[in-house]
C-alpha cells in the first residue's frame, strides 16, 4: 500500500507536466489544426533561460518571468518567422516545420548554454510533506496547482471570452472568421505566444525537481501529444485529464514492472488511440458532407 501510494503522487506529479504540455499544443491546434512539436522546447527554454538569469544574480520570481516572456517571443518568432509564410500549405508541412524548428532551438541553446544538466532551488523548500504513508515534494504540488490554474483559465479563455471564440472560429474556418472581421494573424500570434509561456511555466515549475537540459523537450513533446491525443486533441479538459492518466501509466508500469519500459507507455498510447478511439476520451466525432 504504500508503495502504491508513492506511485501514485509521482504520477500526479510526472502527468500534470504532461497536461501543461498537453494544454500548450490544445491552444495551437485550436487556431490552426497544427499540431507544434517545438513545444517540447518552450518547456526547455523556460527551465534553461531561469537557470542562468537566475546564476546571473537576478531573483527567482524576476528570473522566471523573463524566461517565461523571452519564450513567448520566441514562439511569436516561430508563427511570423516559419508558420505565416507558408500558411497555404498542408497541415503535414506545417507539422515538420515545427519539427525543424524544435531541432533549431534545441542547437541554438546548446550553443548558447551549454550541454549540463541544471536547476535552481525550489520554491518553498526540499522537506517532504508527508502524506499517509508515502511522500510528495512541496515543488510538486506547485506543478499540480500550476496545471490546474492554467486548465481553469483557458477553459475560462475559449468559453467565456470573444477572443478565446475567435480562436475556435479561426479553427473551424480561416476564411468565414476572416469574412465576419475576425484578424486571423492576430489570433495566431496570440496562440503561439500563450502556448509557448504555458510551456516555460511548465519548465520554470518542473526544473527544481528533474533539472533540465538543452535536450529536454525531444521526450517532452512526444509524451505531451500522447496526453493530448488520449484526452482528445484541442480540448483543454482531455489535456488535463490526459496528461494526469499518462503520468500514472508510466508511473505504475515503472513501480510494478520495470522503470526500463516507462517511456514506451507514450508509445503504446498513441497507437492504442489512434487504434480505438481516434477522437480521444473527450475529443468530437467529426462528420463531413459529402
Same mark, same amino acid.
Do not use: C
Given at each position: 500500500?504504500?508503495?502504491?501510494?508513492?506511485?501514485?503522487?509521482?504520477?500526479?506529479?510526472?502527468?500534470?507536466?504532461?497536461a501543461?504540455?498537453a494544454?500548450?499544443?490544445?491552444?495551437?491546434?485550436?487556431?490552426s489544426?497544427?499540431?507544434?512539436?517545438?513545444?517540447?522546447?518552450?518547456?526547455?527554454?523556460?527551465?534553461?533561460?531561469?537557470v542562468?538569469?537566475f546564476?546571473?544574480?537576478?531573483?527567482?520570481?524576476?528570473?522566471?518571468?523573463?524566461?517565461?516572456?523571452l519564450?513567448a517571443?520566441?514562439?511569436?518568432?516561430?508563427?511570423?518567422?516559419?508558420?505565416?509564410?507558408?500558411?497555404?500549405?498542408?497541415?503535414?508541412s506545417?507539422?515538420?516545420?515545427?519539427?525543424?524548428?524544435?531541432?533549431?532551438?534545441?542547437?541554438?541553446?546548446?550553443?548558447?548554454?551549454?550541454?549540463?544538466?541544471?536547476?535552481f532551488?525550489?520554491?518553498?523548500?526540499?522537506e517532504?510533506?508527508?502524506?499517509?504513508? =508515502?511522500?510528495?515534494?512541496?515543488?510538486?504540488?506547485?506543478?499540480?496547482? +500550476? %496545471?490546474? !490554474?492554467?486548465?481553469?483559465? *483557458?477553459? $475560462? @479563455?475559449?468559453?467565456?471570452?470573444?477572443?478565446?471564440?475567435?480562436?475556435?472560429?479561426?479553427?473551424?474556418n480561416r476564411?468565414?472568421?476572416?469574412?465576419?472581421?475576425?484578424?486571423?494573424?492576430?489570433?495566431?500570434?496570440?496562440?503561439?505566444?500563450?502556448s509557448?509561456?504555458?510551456?516555460?511555466?511548465?519548465?520554470?515549475?518542473v526544473?527544481?525537481?528533474?533539472?533540465?537540459?538543452?535536450?529536454?523537450?525531444?521526450?517532452l513533446?512526444?509524451?505531451?501529444? =500522447?496526453a493530448?491525443?488520449l484526452?482528445?486533441?484541442?480540448?483543454?479538459? +482531455? %489535456?488535463? !485529464?490526459?496528461?494526469?492518466? *499518462?503520468? $500514472? @501509466?508510466?508511473?505504475?508500469?515503472a513501480?510494478?514492472?520495470?522503470?526500463?519500459?516507462?517511456?514506451?507507455?507514450?508509445?503504446?498510447?498513441?497507437?492504442?488511440?489512434?487504434?480505438a478511439?481516434?477522437?480521444?476520451?473527450?475529443?468530437?466525432n467529426?462528420?463531413?458532407?459529402?
Amino acid at each position: 500500500m504504500p508503495e502504491l501510494m508513492q506511485f501514485l503522487l509521482s504520477g500526479v506529479t510526472v502527468g500534470a507536466v504532461y497536461a501543461l504540455v498537453a494544454l500548450g499544443f490544445t491552444i495551437i491546434y485550436n487556431a490552426s489544426d497544427v499540431v507544434n512539436f517545438a513545444q517540447g522546447e518552450f518547456v526547455m527554454l523556460g527551465g534553461m533561460i531561469t537557470v542562468f538569469a537566475f546564476d546571473a544574480g537576478l531573483q527567482l520570481p524576476l528570473a522566471a518571468l523573463i524566461a517565461i516572456a523571452l519564450t513567448a517571443a520566441i514562439g511569436v518568432a516561430l508563427n511570423k518567422l516559419a508558420i505565416e509564410p507558408a500558411r497555404g500549405a498542408p497541415v503535414v508541412s506545417l507539422i515538420i516545420i515545427t519539427i525543424g524548428a524544435s531541432i533549431f532551438i534545441r542547437g541554438v541553446t546548446q550553443l548558447v548554454f551549454d550541454k549540463q544538466l541544471h536547476r535552481f532551488p525550489a520554491f518553498t523548500g526540499d522537506e517532504p510533506i508527508r502524506i499517509l504513508a =508515502a511522500t510528495i515534494l512541496p515543488q510538486s504540488l506547485w506543478v499540480i496547482a +500550476g %496545471a490546474v !490554474v492554467v486548465f481553469v483559465a *483557458l477553459w $475560462l @479563455f475559449f468559453t467565456r471570452t470573444l477572443t478565446g471564440k475567435a480562436v475556435l472560429a479561426t479553427s473551424n474556418n480561416r476564411l468565414a472568421a476572416q469574412l465576419v472581421g475576425i484578424n486571423t494573424k492576430w489570433v495566431m500570434t496570440l496562440s503561439f505566444a500563450l502556448s509557448a509561456a504555458i510551456g516555460a511555466l511548465a519548465g520554470v515549475l518542473v526544473t527544481p525537481i528533474t533539472l533540465t537540459s538543452y535536450d529536454l523537450g525531444i521526450a517532452l513533446a512526444l509524451k505531451g501529444f =500522447a496526453a493530448a491525443m488520449l484526452g482528445g486533441m484541442g480540448n483543454p479538459k +482531455g %489535456a488535463l !485529464v490526459g496528461g494526469l492518466l *499518462l503520468g $500514472l @501509466f508510466e508511473a505504475l508500469t515503472a513501480g510494478f514492472i520495470s522503470s526500463q519500459y516507462k517511456d514506451a507507455v507514450a508509445f503504446i498510447v498513441i497507437l492504442a488511440v489512434l487504434f480505438a478511439m481516434p477522437q480521444g476520451l473527450f475529443g468530437r466525432n467529426t462528420v463531413n458532407r459529402v
